[in-house]
């Protein structure tokens, strides 16, 4: 239950964010009082959008942690290149036009499901970009490491308040 409460109380702003964008824009477009000239038009499109796939991921993430905690999502790993998966992740996260990317030249395959590993690095990247100040990239950077392979998200936002470091979530059972 504590699990649950934390979880619902850290993803309660991330899911009414994207609902109240796209339902502004819909409601504005839908208006009569104005008459959008098409360049406004297309950003309001635009704007809900990209809040409605906002949201379609993270109610995936979400289902995919019932589904995990359940003991039935589904892994299937085989040997996958990051430069298969990491310009996807940057442009599904929305972090590809604030990204620096370094040391990914010559990194060797790594045994993953490539489409939870995507996913894994969409939600890193989103919340780097997120939370980093404007101006400030985000920066991935990869190496090998005694046979696996470590990448690194870093963003320069204001990190977590010392006093919630030492809360932390809940554990997940094993």
């Known amino acids: ?56 991921r993270l109610v995936d993430n979400l289902l995919d942690l019932s589904r995990l905690q359940a003991g039935v999502l589904s892994v299937f790993p085989r040997p996958v290149g990051l430069d298969e998966i990491l310009p996807a992740a940057l442009r599904e996260s929305g972090a590809e036009h604030v990204a620096e990317v370094a040391g990914l030249d010559g990194l060797p395959p790594m045994r993953a499901d490539p489409v939870l590993l995507e996913r894994v690095l969409v939600n890193l990247l989103a919340n780097a970009a997120r939370h980093s100040p404007a101006g400030e990239p985000v920066v991935v950077t990869g190496r090998a490491l005694d046979g696996r392979v470590e990448i690194r998200v870093v963003d320069r936002g204001p990190g977590i308040p010392r006093p919630d470091r030492e809360r932390g979530l809940p554990a997940l059972p094993a």
């Open 1 to 56: 239950d504590r699990m649950r409460s934390a979880l619902l109380a850290a993803v309660s702003h991330d899911l009414r964010t994207p609902i109240a964008a796209a339902k502004a824009a819909v409601t504005s477009l839908r208006s009569t009082d104005v008459a959008w000239d098409p360049q406004d038009r297309e950003e309001l499109l635009a704007t809900a959008e990209e809040s409605l796939d906002r949201l379609t």
